[in-house]
């Protein structure tokens, strides 16, 4: 499976879940990222974040899992709790800003999880209590 492959599966079950109420859910949108062709090896690469466009390493998706309690009548939202999902390729790696981004997520209290399959952000959402 391609990372657009595992990008668009997991956009889908994540649409799904926000459908059922059960989740809100985002994702960063590349196409706001500048990038440029390097002359020397006609490479693309992308340039330092600029004015709108996302920060760079941002993970690919940020999922919220509301905590909902009802008691008789009185439904209560509670703060609930953050998975932010960076998808790779198999063998792939996350860069140096995507770790940095991972670790403030994961030191401000957020869940995070690098996926390379399907199943793995599966396990990642039933870790934080939401079962697919």
């Known amino acids: 499976m391609t990372e657009a492959d595992l990008r668009r599966s997991t956009r ?5 879940l926000q459908s059922q109420g059960k989740i809100l859910f985002g994702q960063h949108v590349s196409s706001m990222r500048r990038h440029e062709k390097d002359s020397e090896t006609g ?7 600029k004015e709108g466009a ?3 390493g941002q993970p690919d998706f940020w ?3 509301p ?4 008691m008789d009548l009185l439904t209560v939202i509670g703060i ?6 960076e998808l790779k390729a198999p063998g ?13 997520a994961r030191e401000a209290g957020s869940a995070m999880a690098v996926c390379e399959t399907f199943e793995q ?7 934080v209590g939401m079962e697919t």
């Open 54 to 56: 996302p920060p760079v």
């Open 67 to 70: 905590a909902v309690f009802e």
């Open 43 to 49: 490479k693309w690469k992308m340039l330092v974040s």
């Open 121 to 127: 952000v599966e396990e990642a959402l039933g870790k």
């Open 63 to 65: 999922v919220y899992i």
């Open 92 to 104: 792939k790696k996350p860069s140096k800003e995507q770790k940095t981004w991972l670790t403030r």
């Open 80 to 85: 609930g709790q953050m998975l932010f999902l």
């Open 12 to 16: 889908a079950l994540l649409e799904a």
